[in-house]
T-cell receptor, first 114, second 108 residues
Framework: NAGVTQTPKFQVLKTGQSMTLQCAQDMNHNSMYWYRQDPGMGLRLIYYSASEGTTDKGEVPNGYNVSRLNKREFSLRLESAAPSQTSVYFC?????????????FGPGTRLTVT | AQRVTQPEKLLSVFKGAPVELKCNYSYSGSPELFWYVQYSRQRLQLLLRHISRESIKGFTADLNKGETSFHLKKPFAQEEDSAMYYCALSGGSYIPTFGRGTSLIVHP
């Protein structure tokens, strides 16, 4: 099993450009998440999907949209990229939304917005 | 609201020295706490969780409800322990809150 996969691994955008980060998991997990990781800020939740067909905002949703395409796939879209969105983006999944459930992370996408 | 504080951005020790990575939390209920680790060029992965009460790679962590802490400890650090460590808390929202992380460097 590949676990959680993300594409692309690296991306450079110009301010105002749009792009979609792709995430897929093959563990039959119900819940999926998008985080951003910034130096000194740790991991901050952007959006999550508790189950197929639902999405909810996390701590830092502004400037992003998500789509839970099916049970396996959860994409993150930047409609008009800004330099403040330069970050490393991690997708994660878990069996469900529950207090004891472990999260499984993808390898990350390093995004630079110039 | 739930909050996780990791007071040290960077912890530098020599091989064989004891290590303690601090984690303090704020949550009024009964928390579930985790430590995740990210080795260089690898993805984040679960190291241990308090409910399991296990030792992984020589690391242990004890939940102290009185001090609202979940510090990660290892008696003898190894170079391969060098990594970024994140403490995480699952409370009422069921979505974990992560701390800002502590970078551990173990010198030979």
């Amino acid at each position: 099993n590949a676990g959680v996969t993300q594409t692309p691994k690296f991306q450079v955008l110009k301010t105002g450009q749009s792009m979609t980060l792709q995430c897929a998991q093959d563990m039959n997990h119900n819940s999926m998440y998008w985080y951003r990781q910034d130096p000194g800020m740790g991991l901050r939740l952007i959006y999550y999907s508790a189950s197929e067909g639902t999405t909810d905002k996390g701590e830092v949703p502004n400037g992003y949209n998500v789509s839970r395409l099916n049970k396996r796939e959860f994409s993150l879209r930047l409609e008009s990229a800004a330099p403040s969105q330069t970050s490393v983006y991690f997708c994660a999944s878990s069996v469900g939304v529950g207090r004891t459930y472990e999260q499984y992370f993808g390898p990350g996408t390093r995004l630079t917005v110039t | 609201a739930q909050r996780v504080t990791q007071p040290e951005k960077l912890l530098s020790v020599f091989k064989g020295a004891p290590v303690e990575l601090k984690c303090n939390y704020s949550y009024s209920g009964s928390p579930e706490l985790f430590w995740y680790v990210q080795y260089s060029r690898q993805r984040l992965q679960l190291l241990l969780r308090h409910i399991s009460r296990e030792s992984i790679k020589g690391f242990t962590a004890d939940l102290n409800k009185g001090e609202t802490s979940f510090h990660l400890k290892k008696p003898f650090a190894q170079e391969e322990d060098s990594a970024m460590y994140y403490c995480a808390l699952s409370g009422g929202s069921y979505i974990p809150t992560f701390g800002r992380g502590t970078s551990l460097i173990v010198h030979p």
